[in-house]
């Protein structure tokens, strides 16, 4: 008998693919193949090209059990120190984000905490925010740095961001986030401390190849305008890609600016306008959008989904990780959010969190079943796509797989 030409062979599942034409892809009766840690087949059961045991050294039966993509988690502040339960409170007893902020709150308060902590305490509190989202179904996530705002504790960041990746076997970006707010030692020297991130912290981190792209807060309790193109001119010079947090709070211009650069994605994005919209479109730059923020903080303004539809422009979906604004640790109820909150249907939403958010990461290789893609898959408790939002919490996930081979997430 001949060698087998595939590892694994998984038969009688419903296969999700987001490639195609049919709404989401959908192969029912489906099988898939992996091989070396890439898909290798990806159709119906009853066209595969010989009995499935000639075909592949092993072959299992899933029983109609739904196939998706491995998500894909593009924004998240996953590693920090400490936690921000208190001012959670405090919203509840009045306060607005912004009043914390200026109070010496919010993002500062997780700088103090995450400055506070050794590498390896940072790694220890971060991991089971990790392999809750792993547990979730996540395969690749972007972690930013941005709790550290000088040389050292970005650094620390960013190298807890990539051991997370390396120990997991998750893909993790990481995103320089120097320009997250600016920290309290450099309070009246705003120029100072963009000088520095743009001349000293963001090169140095470049160069120990911590940093896959670059990110900013443009907003008025954040850096303006002119200070995050001066960031984003820098790192065009080292060659990075771009993104930003744009258009949160109010309208600061900043998808159309990120959209100037060629930027992978704008984020948040409720305050966005129809131009800024145009020129992402132009760009192909991903809308990002973020529920698990507009929730926690009581937001009214819905982003403009309708627009960015009528102007094709892509939309992911993200968790936003973070101990301020959106401590959130499922992927899969951020999609279900972004339906019921964003109006968005199941379809956009799961596209949202595979094929688009890849595309947001800068990542071709993943967010699709399809050959040669990365064999990055997750085995679902369900037969259909809109299960995976219409389910408030519980957990989904059979069995995700990484790189070809099926992983434990007790
Ligand atoms: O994406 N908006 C800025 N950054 C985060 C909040 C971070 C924090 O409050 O710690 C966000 O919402
Ligand atoms: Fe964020």
Known sequence: ????????????????TFAGDAPCGLIERGAIAIHRGRIAWVGRVDALPAAPDTLS??????????????????????????????????????ASYED??????????????????????????SLPRALALLADGVTT????????LNLDGERRMLRVARRLGRELGMTVRTSFLGLHALPPEYKDRRDDYVTLVCDEILPTLAAEKLVDAVDAFCESIGFSHAETRRLFE?????????????????????AALVAEYGGLSADHLEHLSESGIVAMAA???????????????????????????KHAVAMAIATDCNPGTSPLLSLRLAAGMGCTLF?????????????????????????TLAVDQRADLVVWNARQPAELCYWIGGNLVRQVWLGGEPISTD
């Not at 914390?100 to 305490?121: D, H, K, L, N």
């Not at 973020?290 to 627009?307: C, D, N, S």
């Open 283 to 309: 760009a192909g730059t991903v809308a990002v959008l973020l529920p698990g923020a507009f929730y926690a903080l009581r937001e009214t303004k819905l982003p403009p989904v309708e627009l960015l539809r």
């Open 343 to 367: 109006r968005l249907t199941p379809e956009e939403a799961l596209r949202g969190v595979t094929v688009n958010a890849a595309r947001a990461l800068g990542l071709a290789d993943r967010g």
């Open 141 to 148: 996530l972007e972690i930013k740095s941005g709790y550290g």
């Open 57 to 94: 050294a092993i072959v299992d039966s899933l029983d109609g059990a739904l196939v998706t993509p491995g998500l894909v988690d593009c924004h998240t502040h996953l590693v920090f120190a400490g936690d921000r339960a208190h001012e959670f409170d405090l919203r509840l007893n009045g």
């Open 1 to 16: 008998m001949s060698t087998p030409r595939w590892d694994r062979l998984l038969m009688n599942a419903t296969l999700a």
């Open 234 to 254: 820098r790192a065009k010079q080292l060659g990075l890609p771009v993104k930003l947090h744009a258009e949160q709070l109010s309208d600061l211009h900043g």
């Open 100 to 125: 914390i902020a200026r109070a010496g709150g919010g993002i500062i308060s997780s700088v103090t905490a995450t400055r506070g902590a050794s590498e390896e305490q940072l790694y220890a509190q």
